[in-house]
């Protein structure tokens, strides 16, 4: 099959490699891989000069502000408590404020549990206002100088909140991203599929996107900001996607977004395929369309005089991979069934060949900079899985597109309260 | 100060009962008491104790001696060993059926001239050993002058008593006090740093359509509800906003806090502090096998 293969490939003129080509440049691998290949071969002579890793996690704590830990959740009741007790006595400053949503599954009556506990405050909401009031809800109760959102069901690593505060001894930062691990990575194969693509895109990208300038998102999950910076822009809007909204109206105040990749965050991801593209429908609703190419859609205009180079590149970024490659591999897969179903079959079996082949560089660049080489490894192991979830993730992501394109649909989640999103502000 | 006004308290006790009770008996008093209550006979073994006219006992200085007959209002007894005896309070412990001690706080009345190196009196229920045995003076009580948790006699009595073997202390109760006067105190909801009870609740807004939330304050322009966010304008609330329990403000020194905290307010020296810095003392109390002449007095 192998030489049927590489007979089909040699009879290619330069018109089919070149479609071949382009085929691959629209599946979003290369540029990641290129990305890895320049900083990973910059870190690697770096370090051979210098003896010291270029990016590591940080060696001392000596900057400690006071911080805020915002638990905010509804219908959290089973998780709420181990929340709380990973963050107890992980940092010296420490106020964690739990904003009891209007739960209607005792999570109110867990997290009073711990209201006696030092440092620890509990609010209760009886009507649900979704996510964003509730983070917002909290701000008025603290004086702390950094404010901290963690997801009411993840749990931080030990010296995680250490590691968030470092970069705001550097008062242009507004605001900064740590990374998002799976927790329960080998419960079923659609976890450890997500908790791979986790370590690349968030631990890896974000990694990347940071030196690059281009960093835009911070996760809801485990982000800091600081309290000036949050007052300035008057806290989290309506959600979904709040996290995305505020970094990107935090850049735009003229802030800087830093990723810390050792702050991590451990969190439970959908262990079901249909539960994982409900996800991720509504994550690409409310993400690119929504934000990118309607609220946020100023930062690229260069008549502003906000206007920035790094906000430009990243808003084209997400038009070009997050918008225009998947349509446009929707309409080449369409030519391509057109043009050549004869060879079909040696076409996949082409492109499959070289997207494993990419995905394995990115894989190997993992290992420079993961300090959890063992766990790492064992998520490798679905790298030969890889280029068909990334296909699969491009539908749901053409589906997302297309229905808020059309309908706005992410203002009709039931992630907000109802009451709230009729009154919302449609972008 | 403090021993000059337990020194007054005592004289006035000691005042009071002997002008209660009387030193002077007479036998016209004796008769009248004959005739009231019937005596019945009742020979068990007794051992007595003298006290002072505040009830406190030489606790080293015990008569043997037996009980003839006993009434409801007193015992007639035989003291060995005594061919004098003078009129005064005395504690007599009469042995029960399983020969413990049974006690009961008496004042001689009459004394007689008794066969041998003894002597017979007549005893009354009363005085201030009967009134150490009063189960209100066994029990601590809030004193009124100093709002403190304190016995109704001065210490020493007691003291003697429970060296004399006769008052069994036990834990009644644990009560929280003044770490510095040690008075009762009262608690109240108040503020974490000046320790005022006087404050209110900060009222917020959340805007429905921006997720914003902020004071009250923030919002009012111009007698409207204007959000600072998104300069929404004539926000109604219900449809536009809800108000929200905000942070506790003090009035007197201005703080914004979580939460309020219990703070407690001496009542005696009017010292503020948390709550969770009170002191907590025991609260002991006093028992006392009682001698209850209904026991032997058939119906």
Known sequence: MFLDLTHWISSLNRWDVLWLFLGLVILDGPRYTFIRIVFGFRDIVGYLCTSRP???????????????????????????????????????????????DGSTDGMAQVADRYANDAGVTVLHRPNRGGKSSALNFALPFTTAEIIVSVDADSHLNDHGLWEIVQPFRDPSVGAASATVHVRNAFTSLATWMQAYEYMQCIFMGRMLADRMGVLSITSGAFAAMRRSVLDRVMGWDVGPGEDLDLTMRIRKAGYQIVSVPYAECFTDAPTTWGALFRQRRRWEEAAVVRFHCRKHVDLADPTSKRFRWNDFVMLSEAWLFNVACPLVAVIYTTVLLYKSPSHLGYLILAYYICSLALELIQAASVFLYTIHVRRDLMLCLVVPLVPIYHLCLMVARVVSNTREFLWRSSYEDNFVPRHVRETTWHW | MKALAQQERTQHLVDKLQQEFGTKTSQSTDASNRRRFPRHALMRRVVALSATMDGTLYETERIEGQTWNVSAGGLCLELKGRSQFEQGPLLVGVAGPDQSLQYAGVLVRHVGSAEGNAVQ????????????????????????????????????????????????????????VCSRCGAIPTLREGCPACHGGRGACDRLIHHFACAHVASVADFESDEEITCPKCRSKQLVVGADFEFLRGPYNCIDCGASNTSMESIAHCMGCHHRCPADQLSQVDIWAYHVPRFDPLDFIPE
């Open chain 1, 54 to 100: 270029v990016w590591c996690q940080y060696n001392d704590y000596d900057f400690c502000p006071s911080v805020c830990v915002v638990l905010a959740g509804h219908n959290e009741g089973a998780t709420i408590g181990r929340t709380i007790e990973s963050l107890e006595g992980t940092y010296p400053r420490l106020e964690i404020i739990v904003v009891d």
């Open chain 2, 121 to 176: 009196l007549g005893v009354e229920f009363s005085g201030p050993t009967h009134h150490v045995l009063d189960p209100n003076n066994l029990v601590p009580a809030l004193q009124p002058d100093n709002l403190k948790i304190e016995f109704n006699l001065p210490e020493r009595v007691y003291q003697s008593w429970e060296r004399a073997g006769i008052l069994k202390k036990f834990l009644a109760d644990r009560i929280q």
